[in-house]
């Protein structure tokens, strides 16, 4: 649960607020100063080993392009692609 609630702050740059409601939506009661906390003691932590996970993108990249339609107007949609098959 520590994990969920410091990745929902980090990765989507949430408030503590934030994440408290949406831990709340699934079933979990956390007050915004715990989720605080926890991203003190544990942020470098959590921070050291997601850099371990997520290697640096390689240097061979593939793009994709395609046009969706937004709002009745047709935009131009890229993704970028490395070797490994991640999305950039």
């Not at 956390?30 to 906390?37: A, C, L, N, W, Y």
């Amino acid at each position: 649960m520590i994990l969920v609630a410091v990745g929902y702050y980090c990765r989507f740059s949430l408030s503590y607020r934030d994440v408290s409601e949406l831990l709340r939506e699934r079933g979990i009661s956390v007050h915004p100063t715990t989720i605080m906390r926890w991203g003190h003691e544990y942020g470098n932590l959590i921070y050291q080993i997601w850099k371990k996970k997520n290697k640096s993108a390689h240097f061979a990249w593939h793009l994709d392009e395609t046009y969706m339609k937004v709002k009745g107007e047709r935009c131009y949609l890229y993704r970028a692609i490395d070797r490994e098959g991640y999305t950039l």
